[in-house]
């Protein structure tokens, strides 16, 4: 090993400094909303970063779940909170989606929140319950012809998996039936008991189910493989080009101060640069990611346009 790479590693071996409180931030515990059921991804995500946030920040971090109406029901809260960094939002991709699916929400997605951070880049996959008897996308696809359709369960309306499982029909020519969760832990149980065709959700969430020889794992939503070794994307089986890449990223309301919205900013980067929480996204089959708010920013305004692009050009509903 250089010195450069003793040098950097024994960096990130030391603890984080306290952030110095800027302007009396943060002046209490803060809140961390989690539109998604406990014991999926999210949830398991925000719960890994909680602890070295309030480490940094000099206070508590409280994760509080709040599944319901397509995440609007965490997003309001944090939409209507004070504008002072203590409320928080642990959103997925499904944050560019939500525009086109909550269209009478008292709030706007794209003007009333605040980038902190990305926290990772999060592999969905593509499971198929023993009883379709696929073993790989073509086999899955053929079983939905046969069957006049199946059913795949996402972590919501809205979600990658949801979209991912709108487009694959559209370009498949089949039909696929919907069923929304509150998280993908959930849609995973009864995919191991056969109540639920199939399941477009994240990696850490299908793959003990797969382990246990209750599904089967048919593809990867992104353009490179991921999450559960061996399994091929959709766009290696037959969809070029097709890539459904999931994200969790850390959202604030607009408006609340720059030192406080740079201080959590901090915070969250930390977090994902700790390596006891790397080695543990790993097992999930997540890539932690640099948390910056001005690239989140950027992700969100260029993902929405594509999604809108999508809708104009393929006609598919999201609602």
């Known amino acids: 090993m250089t010195s450069r790479r003793l040098l950097l590693a024994a960096a990130l071996a030391l603890p984080a400094p306290r952030l110095a409180a800027q302007g009396g931030f943060p002046n209490r515990p803060l809140r961390l909303l989690v539109p998604f059921a406990p014991g999926g991804n999210s949830d398991t995500l925000a719960r890994l970063i909680q602890p070295r946030m309030a480490a940094v920040l000099g206070q508590s971090v409280v994760v509080e779940n709040r599944p319901g109406a397509g995440g609007a029901l965490a997003a309001g809260q944090v939409a209507s909170s004070p504008a002072d960094g203590h409320t928080l939002l642990f959103e997925s991709a499904s944050f560019v989606v939500a525009q086109f699916i909550n269209r009478s929400v008292p709030f706007d997605y794209g003007s009333d929140f605040a980038a902190v951070g990305t926290v990772a880049e999060v592999p969905y996959i593509l499971a198929a319950a023993r009883g379709v008897n696929a073993a790989d996308l073509r086999g899955y696809l053929a079983a939905a012809r046969a069957r006049d359709g199946l059913s795949y369960g996402s972590p919501g309306v809205g979600s990658v998996g949801h979209l991912a499982g709108v487009l694959l029909a559209h370009r498949a020519g089949v039909k696929l039936e919907h069923v929304p969760y509150r998280g993908g832990a959930e849609a995973a149980r009864d995919v191991a008991a056969g109540t639920l065709d199939s399941a477009i959700i994240t990696a850490g969430s299908i793959k003990p189910v797969v382990e246990s020889g209750r599904a089967v794992a048919i593809a990867v939503t992104a353009t490179r493989r991921g999450g559960i070794e061996g399994v091929p994307t959709i766009a290696e089986s037959g969809f ?31 977090a994902t640069r700790e390596p006891d929480v790397q080695s543990r996204f790993a097992v999930m089959g997540a890539e932690p990611t640099r948390a910056e708010a001005d690239a989140l920013a950027a992700r969100v305004v260029r993902e929405r346009a594509l999604i809108q692009e999508l809708v104009r050009e393929t006609g598919i509903s999201l609602g």
Request: glycine residues 6%; negative net charge; proline residues 10%.
């Open 240 to 270: 070029p080009g097709f890539d459904q890449t999931s994200w969790n990223a850390v959202f604030c309301r607009a408006g609340t101060p720059e030192p406080a919205r740079r201080a959590l900013e901090a915070a969250v980067d930390a």
